[in-house]
């Protein structure tokens, strides 16, 4: 999605970011059968979401040669 439009990279990729970690959350917590909110569910969304944004940046703006 990214190649195909490469507009917002950055909001695509943080969105994805943030996705994957909230579901990681949700698969893991289920799992476990432990629901716990805290600070570190916190540092990992906004972790994931950053590195989403960094890598969404990165794969519109890298051309591929062809």
Same mark, same amino acid.
């Given at each position: 999605?990214l190649r195909?439009h ?5 909001l695509?990729g ?9 579901m990681?959350?949700? &698969? ?7 629901? &716990?909110?805290? $600070?570190?569910l916190?540092?990992d969304v $906004? ?5 989403g944004? &960094?890598a969404?940046? $990165?794969? &519109? ?6």
């Amino acid at each position: 999605v990214l190649r195909t439009h490469p507009e917002k990279g950055w909001l695509k990729g943080a969105l994805a970011g943030f996705w994957y970690t909230a579901m990681t959350f949700v &698969v893991f917590s289920f799992i476990d059968g432990q629901w &716990v909110l805290g $600070l570190p569910l916190l540092y990992d969304v $906004l972790i994931g979401t950053a590195s989403g944004a &960094v890598a969404g940046i $990165l794969l &519109v703006n890298i051309r591929l040669k062809r």
